[in-house]
């Protein structure tokens, strides 16, 4: 039973490209996030969102920029991708404080590994 | 900004042996305190949360929480095989439900047949 699903497992993009990550997550969940993880770094966030058409910087937004037009599907854009960029993309989804007592809980997707050449 | 820090490890338990393991974070206010599982080429998955009154067991796992010295513990009792991964620990973003987690860098753990 698949909550949090990313469209693409493994990308492979040239420098300059703009880059689509897909996020859908069907739990009917108010929040949804970006992440990053890379080695020696951990994750770290990148954009989230509240609501649709809300969204909130989070740690390292630089380079990136998110749409949510429809409350399951919150979008990561890289509008010109950088070798630095290289990275394990990590969506999730969480609940709206109120709704239950782990409101914080993060759901992931599997995850887009993507590489930028 | 909150910071979370772990022992990165490799942390190297016997099977069957008590695991313990630690984070520290910085931002005495917090009042909420996860804990993640992550095997190597997955993503993280839930193991087990706190809040700031209490500690709380489930199953093999205990979360502990020290708001004086501000850690947090997870002990993994009956060490498995199984249970090798990496641990993340966690706190709230900025406070507010809405605004996920911080993540420590993780610790790798390893259960020894």
């Known amino acids: 039973d698949v909550k949090v699903t990313q469209s693409s497992r493994y990308l492979v993009k040239r420098t300059g490209e703009k880059v689509f990550l897909e996020c859908v997550q069907d739990?009917?969940?108010?929040?949804m996030f970006w992440y990053r993880q890379d080695p020696g770094l951990g994750l770290r966030l990148i954009y989230f969102?509240?609501?649709?058409?809300?969204?909130e910087k989070g740690d390292i937004p630089e380079g990136y920029s998110v749409s949510r037009e429809k409350k399951e599907r919150f979008s990561l854009i890289l509008e010109s991708a950088s070798t630095n960029q290289t990275s394990m993309y990590l969506c999730?989804?969480?609940?709206?404080?109120?709704?239950?007592?782990?409101?914080?809980?993060?759901?992931f997707g599997a995850g887009s590994r993507l590489t930028v050449l | 900004q909150k910071e979370v820090e772990q022992n990165s490890g490799p942390l190297s338990v016997p099977e069957g042996a008590i695991a313990s393991l630690n984070c520290t974070y910085s931002?005495?206010?917090?009042?909420?305190f996860f804990w993640y599982r992550q095997y190597s080429g997955k993503s993280p998955e839930l193991i087990m949360f706190?809040?700031?009154?209490g500690d709380k067991e489930d199953g093999r796992f205990t979360a502990q929480l020290n708001k004086a010295s501000q850690y947090v513990s997870l002990l993994i009792r009956d060490s498995q095989p199984s249970d090798s991964a990496t641990y993340l620990c966690?706190?709230?973003?900025?406070?507010?439900?809405?605004?996920?987690?911080?993540f420590g860098k993780g610790t790798h753990l390893i259960i020894q047949p």
């Open positions: 999730a989804s969480s609940a709206y404080p109120g709704q239950n007592s782990g409101a914080n809980v993060l759901t």
């Open positions: 739990m009917d969940h108010e929040n």
């Open positions: 969102s509240y609501d649709v058409k809300m969204k």
């Open positions: 931002d005495r206010g917090s009042q909420s």
């Open positions: 706190i809040y700031s009154n």
């Open positions: 966690a706190v709230p973003y900025s406070g507010g439900g809405a605004d996920g987690l911080t």
